[in-house]
């Protein structure tokens, strides 16, 4: 048995825009390739739990999984500290890539080999191979042993993957390339330049995977090639190693530009191009749920640049998925929280809009009869494989800190409503749940002057603590539902972290304000302690 199971202020999902207009025919999506990215530096499923969901992918649409290991991959030797502590063993990706296959989903690995070199040059053995040496961001490029680490990080990598078309080499967001010591002095001899400097790394990497794997295609990131000149990308071997891969996540993505830029790689002698959206990691790097409209309407308008470009342009789309914006960021929302975006952007590429029988579909898929977030933290979340995480996630995101608020600090009467055991805050009536006002003890009577003195007027314990003890029960009995939920998902780092950063610091307010009302209790009436 499986042991499992720029920010955006508003938390709603769904879906006040119609989509239908300006889109292509149903069923003719211009994207041959349509990739569901894994992005395995933070939060890496279960591999039984990707036994549930790639049938879901497959029915959906997707036909490809682009999965970034980072440190979850199996290095051996002289890499085997790149591993993270839960790291996939060699069997377990071997069965990923069988449930792949049984699921007609082609993997691509990906493996960063320039930038976001973080869970590499964290480690002091490495360090010396920084571009600047504070940060670990980015990889030297003058090194020979800098090269020398990536093919063999690639090489262990194709081992494992053998007869893959695709590897992604990574190559985005090289920050602080040329700030390296080296790097100036190499740039203060003409007619050198960061964009060659950037040019000739890529190559270099690129002729490695060439040699080494013929049969393999590199992709790479497009946003280091952005700026380069149209005869520069030329006169480079770039444009006929590698495939570039266009990322844009904005729900008011440039198409225009977007097929402009296309059109200039095409120029450069690039043959086949890729783009990429996002259903989920792309809205803020703290993110616990995932707004579904955002991530509509940024496919929806990839649709529009497919419509605007020549059929033979695009080799397909890669829907990522990010789980960390670096080895260093908290989790954003965690991959089952992003299924019905996933499944609403799938279906969208296929029909080309979300008119209401594709809405229809995606909601049959899911087993849901709604796709609001508010229908999300009820048991009509769905039915898919983790839908239970995303019920009891919604609950918690949309409730437990507001609640606690409610109850701490806010100067006027709230209404705390409960069902059954789930607790939530609204400022609407719900006939089904019971509602009970909560006046301003806390704020008035028990304010954090008073607790340092541990000084408050025996009444309003009666009125305080009840309250609080009944708030922390509830959200107690509902956070054990969750952390059992996540736990068969996903590895116990990985549940301590979500529990850590969007859980516990509201429990503790509570506990401490339990704890605070204890002590002030047991204080002896005439100590002087004067408000």
Known sequence: MCLMQEEVPRQEVFLSHDFTKNSMMSGSSPFKMRLVHLDLKGAPPRVCYLSEIFPLFRALGANGLLIEYEDMFPYEGHLRLLRAKHAYSPSEIKEILHLATLNELEVIPLVQTFGHMEFVLKHEALAHLREVALFPNTLNPHKAESLALVGAMIDQVMALHPGARWLHIGCDEVYYLGEGEDSRQWLQQEPNTRAELCLSYMEAVASHVQAQHPTTTPLVWDDMLRDIPEDQLSASRVPQLVEPVLWDYGADLDVHSKALLMEKYRKSGFSWLWAAS???????????????????????????????????????????????????????????????????????????????????????????????????????????????????????????????????????????????????????????????????????????????????????????????????????????????????????????????????????????????????????????QDP
């Open 278 to 528: 996002a259903f989920k990691g792309a809205t803020g790097a703290s993110q616990a749920l995932t707004p579904i409209e955002h991530h509509l309407r940024n496919h929806v308008q990839w649709l529009q640049v497919a419509g605007s470009v020549p059929a033979d342009t695009l080799q397909g789309i890669v829907l990522t998925g990010w789980q960390r914006y670096d080895h260093f960021s908290v989790l954003c929302e965690l991959l089952p929280v992003g299924i019905p975006s996933l499944a609403v952007c799938l279906q969208v590429l296929l029909h080309g809009d979300f008119a209401e029988n594709v809405k229809a579909r995606v909601e049959n898929f899911l087993g849901t009869s709604s796709l609001e977030a508010t229908d999300f933290r009820s048991e009509r979340a769905g039915s898919f494989p983790g839908s239970d995480i995303l019920n009891l996630i919604t609950q918690v995101s949309l409730h437990l800190c507001s609640s606690v608020d409610a109850l701490l600090e806010r100067d006027r009467f709230s209404k705390v409503l409960f069902y059954n055991h789930r607790v939530c805050l609204t400022s609407h009536s719900v006939p089904t749940y019971v509602c009970g006002f909560a006046p301003r003890y806390v704020t008035g009577w028990f304010s954090p002057y008073h607790r340092r003195r541990k000084f408050i007027h025996p009444v309003m314990i009666q009125h305080i603590q009840p309250q609080a003890l009944s708030l922390l029960a509830r959200w107690s009995v509902l956070v054990g539902e969750l952390e059992a939920a996540l736990q068969r998902v996903f590895y116990p780092d990985a549940v301590e972290e979500w529990l850590e950063e969007n859980v516990r610091p509201s429990l503790r307010r509570l506990q401490a304000l339990l704890q605070d009302l204890g002590e002030a209790a047991g204080a002896r009436p005439d100590s002087g």
